[in-house]
């Protein structure tokens, strides 16, 4: 009999990407779709990268190692050593995006019905590797009314059962831009070294910091080494979002040595994009302080302009590039597929991520959506004011 899996039917849609058929429906009509949806940034990938790219003189595009090319694992090692993250080329496994990095930590540490206790709302692709793995979400439900801070520690004490095996957490978060503080983190490493578990950061936002906020990397938690798994990514580092690079990084002998079977099974990370990759590491330190500052001023524009709108919450991100807005409405899902079916203002419509998507826990997230401040500051003005003026139309339907 022809079946799906159960896991398939389980498997859930993108809230970032489930709604591109209507926004492609909309640009057909010759409407301008402003993309608030994805975090994929318009700054310009560094030029040693490219040249990288456009320099590669081999025969043959080969296999590399299926830990990633060595002299690229150094490079990053020497990397992460000049952020004051004290690891070595043997704690680093290449992968192909951050997004194989997580999945294989979680098959890497879980079994099916094992438990991973995530603050929500987390990135939606936790859903996804999960559902892959066989592995159950435990949700950490923290609000915007509190900025989306971690939620008390008895609280997490309260849900650790035998079958947890981690904590995962995103830092800076997306979709929150929610930035752990020092104290957090000594008090997530108290937690799992009191109960053995694997600590998981996704820690691909750690540049994008603002205000004078600091990030504090998972690696540098003293006396849970063995208990810690970092992922990282140079997608929003590098503006390389399609080379699909990331790494795994752990001080845990037993699980690099447990990835590289799942990394084995893959064959290979890119080739010619770990090229690039190692070649970008070497972009001058000017690069990263115009595109956080960038991103900061991105980021002072949207706020200003969404709270002149009435109704509407939002809190000001510490990190990364997203946020989550509240809306004066019950059902962000058919507000965004609205936008890009009935609406437009002057010829111009939004494209947003509805939130409950970014929750596992039912319910969550209903009247909320996430935007990426991935356009310029003139962009961002005008897809607010198109938010905007499509409210006032929709709350009166």
């Given at each position: 009999m022809l079946t799906i899996s159960k896991k398939g039917k389980n498997m859930p849609e993108s809230p970032i990407r489930k709604l591109a058929p209507y926004a492609d429906i909309a640009i057909e009509k010759g409407l301008k779709v402003y993309h608030l949806n994805i975090g994929q940034p318009d700054i310009k990938t560094p030029e040693k990268a490219l040249a990288a790219i456009r320099n590669f003189d081999g025969d043959i595009i080969e296999y590399s190692p299926s830990a990633g090319y060595e002299s690229y694992r150094r490079k990053l090692a020497t990397l992460y050593q000049s952020q004051d993250v004290n690891v070595n080329f043997e704690?680093?496994?290449?992968?192909?995006?951050?997004?194989?990095?997580?999945?294989?930590?979680?098959?890497?540490?879980?079994?099916?019905?094992?438990?991973?206790?995530?603050?929500?709302?987390?990135?939606?692709?936790?859903?996804?590797?999960?559902?892959?793995?066989?592995?159950?979400?435990?949700?950490?439900?923290?609000?915007?009314?509190?900025?989306?801070?971690?939620?008390?520690?008895?609280?997490?004490d309260d849900l650790i059962t035998p079958k947890t095996k981690a904590i995962l957490i995103c830092n800076p978060g997306n979709p929150t831009g929610y930035l752990y503080s020092e104290k957090e983190m000594l008090q997530l490493a108290t937690l799992v070294k009191k109960y053995n578990l694997f600590l998981i950061a996704d820690e691909v936002y750690r540049e994008f910091t603002y205000d004078g906020d600091v990030h504090h990397s998972?690696?540098?938690?003293?006396?849970?080494?063995?208990?810690?798994?970092?992922?990282?990514?140079?997608?929003?580092?590098?503006?390389?979002?399609?080379?699909?690079?990331?790494?795994?990084?752990?001080?845990?002998?037993?699980?690099?040595?447990?990835?590289?079977?799942?990394?084995?099974?893959?064959?290979?990370?890119?080739?010619?994009?770990?090229?690039?990759?190692?070649?970008?590491?070497?972009?001058?330190?000017?690069?990263?302080?115009?595109?956080?500052?960038?991103?900061?001023?991105?980021?002072?524009?949207?706020?200003?302009?969404?709270?002149?709108?009435?109704?509407?919450?939002?809190?000001?991100?510490?990190?990364?590039?997203?946020?989550?807005?509240?809306?004066?409405?019950?059902?962000?899902?058919?507000?965004?597929?609205?936008?890009?079916?009935?609406?437009?203002?002057?010829?111009?419509?939004?494209?947003?991520?509805?939130?409950?998507?970014?929750?596992?826990?039912?319910?969550?997230?209903?009247?909320?959506?996430?935007i990426a401040y991935v356009l310029d500051r003139e962009e961002l003005k005008k897809a607010v004011t198109v938010l905007k003026e499509a409210l006032l139309v929709y709350t009166k339907k």
């Open positions: 704690d680093i496994l290449i992968t192909t995006g951050g997004s194989e990095a997580l999945l294989f930590a979680l098959a890497a540490i879980t079994d099916p019905g094992d438990e991973i206790i995530i603050p929500e709302p987390f990135y939606a692709n936790y859903n996804a590797f999960a559902t892959s793995t066989g592995a159950t979400i435990v949700p950490l439900t923290s609000s915007i009314e509190s900025g989306f801070a971690l939620p008390s520690f008895d609280t997490i998972v690696m540098n938690l003293k006396d849970v080494e063995p208990n810690v798994i970092m992922i990282d990514s140079v997608s929003k580092r590098y503006s390389m979002c399609g080379a699909r690079i990331g790494c795994l990084v752990s001080k845990n002998k037993e699980i690099i040595a447990t990835v590289l079977k799942f990394a084995q099974a893959r064959l290979s990370p890119p080739t010619i994009e770990q090229i690039a990759c190692e070649a970008a590491i070497d972009t001058a330190d000017g690069y990263f302080e115009k595109v956080v500052d960038e991103y900061r001023q991105r980021r002072n524009t949207l706020i200003t302009e969404l709270d002149k709108i009435e109704g509407l919450v939002v809190t000001k991100p510490k990190g990364a590039f997203y946020c989550i807005v509240q809306l004066p409405i019950d059902d962000a899902e058919h507000f965004a597929k609205w936008l890009l079916e009935s609406y437009d203002y002057n010829g111009e419509t939004v494209m947003v991520a509805p939130a409950s998507g970014f929750y596992s826990t039912p319910g969550m997230g209903m009247n909320q959506i996430r």
